[in-house]
């Protein structure tokens, strides 16, 4: 099991300034938030070469391109041709860097009010993102977020069966399925087997209020609900559960740890991976 950092955490920085801030935090790798200024579709081949060369002097891997395109299920059509001319760009940058992951948005609705035509327009350009990955023997992951088809285990083995393609996995993200209000434990690592391909960590709560730096409302099977993001241990998605099945399954991949809560930067990541290595048993 290797730890990553994810950029978007250290967006602030610029790309180098966040390498060898991951390098420092003792991280095995970057898991890059393909957003300005760490990396888009629009970034030159030349940029990209500079970033594998910081990347490989540190001695670090970038297993993931986190893309924030797709969204297919609630676009228009130009807009999913622009998204899947975005995911070929990311795709071509996976080769530079050595990234064997490329996250794609699947899109909303939440699954308990999605349709079956949300299903099935996200399915085929998902498919079309995996027809081009798996010629360069890449891998396309769809996160498991609330508001979004991919929201449960269910939801999301649904969506993943119907692209049919055998490199389509999930990213198992407990935070995010603790704001659905959905089983993140043992059982939902059983449950997703060979297609939980990737790892994500961060914790958060149920709060009363918002205002506050790291509060944010979301829509939940519950209503408009308030929850406030935190550092591991401090929030209420008891990852224990989670780690143990990782352990158990022996779970070989990567963990990325992407906590957002108001603290800085540094300071969260450094906070968050200590703790993940604790309940790990790897202090």
């Not at 955490?9 to 420092?24: M, N, P």
């Not at 049919?164 to 407990?174: K, R, T």
């Not at 099977?221 to 209420?236: A, P, S, T």
């Not at 143990?244 to 300071?267: I, N, S």
Request: net charge negative; glycine share 8%; charged share 25%.
């Amino acid at each position: 099991m290797k730890f990553a950092a994810f950029s978007g955490v250290l967006i602030d920085h610029s790309i180098q300034e966040a390498l060898q801030l991951t390098k420092k935090l003792g991280f095995d790798g970057l898991e890059i938030a393909a957003r300005e200024p760490h990396l888009s579709a629009s970034t030159s081949a030349q940029r990209i070469k500079e970033i594998r060369s910081v990347a490989d002097g540190l001695g670090l891997e970038i297993p993931v391109l986190a893309g924030y395109m797709g969204s297919f299920s609630t676009a228009s059509d130009k807009e999913c041709e622009q998204a899947f001319t975005d995911f070929q760009r990311i795709l071509e940058a996976s080769l530079t860097l050595g990234s064997t992951m490329i996250r794609v948005v699947a899109g909303g609705p939440n699954a308990f009010l999605a349709q079956d035509y949300h299903y099935a327009k996200s399915a085929y350009w998902l498919k079309k993102c995996a027809v081009e990955a798996k010629k360069h023997e890449r891998k396309i992951v769809l996160e498991i977020h609330n508001i979004s088809l991919a929201e449960t285990v269910e939801s999301s083995l649904r969506l993943v069966h119907q692209v049919g393609e055998d490199n389509v996995g999930l990213i198992h993200d407990a935070g995010n399925m603790y704001i659905t209000d959905t089983d993140y434990g043992r059982d939902s690592v059983i449950g997703l087997g060979d297609r939980m391909f990737h790892v994500h960590v961060k914790d958060e709560k149920r709060v009363d209020a918002t205002g506050t730096p790291g509060t944010f409302v979301n829509l939940t099977k519950h209503g408009q609900e308030k929850f406030l993001q935190c550092r591991l241990g401090e929030g209420e998605a008891d990852h224990q559960p989670l780690f143990d099945a990782l352990k158990e399954t022996g779970y070989a991949g990567w963990v990325t740890l992407e906590c957002h809560a108001p603290f800085p930067a540094y300071e969260r990541l450094e906070h968050d991976l200590a703790k993940v290595k604790q309940m790990m048993g790897l202090a």
